[in-house]
């Protein structure tokens, strides 16, 4: 089904969507701290923005892509000023959103793999960087929030991005056809986050107390 | 006035100026803090070189500033130094560093946008170069004070550094002249910014409970 | 007798054993907070390979060590997860941590300044390089645990790599045996934080209160 469609078309337009929903939740966060506009703006822009920022940085990409396409900036900007105008609304949309999100991580970490695909990095660097396009930005988000960042504690979250990565680029080594392994990889990641949801899948912890520090 | 010495010139002294006032209220910000002297400097030099570091990451503008003109560092480091020495009197100057702090945003504005033109960057992202140069050096000495950055929760900060953005952009794409885009833009933005502390405007918040999270 | 083997190598495998024992601090320190084991491994990533990435992206150096060699992420991953499965022993082991993280300090302050000797950086850059590749690993994880950095609080740690980084710089000015100026700002460094630690040496700090803010 996926595959109908140009894939490349379908994922551009999901990354679109999946970003507009990652500014839509941190505007939500934004406001649970009482945040002024402009602090929902630019928190909304750094998270949905900020993975796919870092990864450029850290492998030298530049231009950015929404240095080179402002529109990026423009759509998220608009995306936390519509959560504020309908924020009574987005708070019943909750089940919504948790599949938006999913939606951007499965997105965002194949289209970072893409692109270190196309640095020719080798294939764990190529897998890094999808986890880092689409876990960073919720990082940075709760760093911004002064929480200890949620990747860090709960559910799976990097793991369905690192599982996606993996898919997409086994699926690339097998079968060499690039919609294929997309639609793959999107397909699997996606179900994959959503039991985790469904079914409170956690990884395990690590706690470790001394007496002393 | 501001045209009559070369405005690059009082630009750039104004820059030194303002990058010692953001070291200085940087450094009693780490006082506040208990912090040591290491500290002290180190929180000085990330606030008032952070912000044009972070636009020249980003933009992929190398080398920075800092890197090709060390006496920067060695500035905010005395800066921050000096402030332990006379905190007391510090203290009484507030009002004057809240004058040099505004200074400071206006004019790093004005040379992130002059940067960013200077890469040929569209008009978008020459704003928001100014806006990064002017604010991000104060979001990260927040981050590493552990608070929630001051400019997500508070007065017009970001916003005056936006509009004086917007001025020098707009003088320069009417006049064509650098030296009255740059003197109108410092004009105005700063007037913004003194009369937004002076009758504490504040930008709308948005705040967003939900029962369960 | 450091100069024995070839310096290099030494240095080398140091630097291997210093990026472990630095994820596996972090992995404790992610274990305090209870973070799962993705948490962990990406904890101790960040740590042990986040000072050298800050390094050479501000001084635009790439691509970053462990883009070009995974080996890093693998290690330092490797490292983090075997924490967790030894973490009751590790607990008795802190005198060994602390030489370790000792060594790993100067260790990488003198790799970092090798490198921005390589890129013909000026001095001062060249002991800030050194700087931020010995401590901005330490500072990362603390932001990420939503701490005040240590770093920014207590012993002589920052200073430490300073005094390392000079006394390689001026060492090679002096000698121009590279062998040699590594030895001896190794032994001088390594020596200087194990007798801060062991007298508890600590910078003065800086107090300040204000009245209101």
Known sequence: MWTMPPVDTVLHVLSLVAAAAQAMTAALAAGRRSMDWVG??????????????????????????????????????????????????????????????????????????????????????????????GCAGGVLRDILCNDIPLLFRSELYASVSAVTGAIYVAALGLESNHDVATALAFAVGLAFRLLAIRFRWEMPKFVFTDERR
């Open 40 to 133: 929902v703006c630019l928190l909304g822009c750094v998270t949905a923005l900020g993975g796919g920022s870092l990864r450029d940085v850290l492998l030298g990409h530049y231009p950015l892509v929404w240095v080179e396409n402002p529109t990026y900036l423009a759509m998220t900007v608009a995306a936390a000023l519509v959560t504020i105008a309908i924020a009574r609304v987005v708070h019943r949309l909750q089940l919504a959103f948790l599949a938006l999100d999913a939606i951007g991580l499965v997105v965002f970490t194949i289209a970072g793999c893409e692109v270190a695909l196309q640095l020719h990095e080798s294939l764990p660097i190529v897998i890094v960087a999808g986890m880092i396009t």
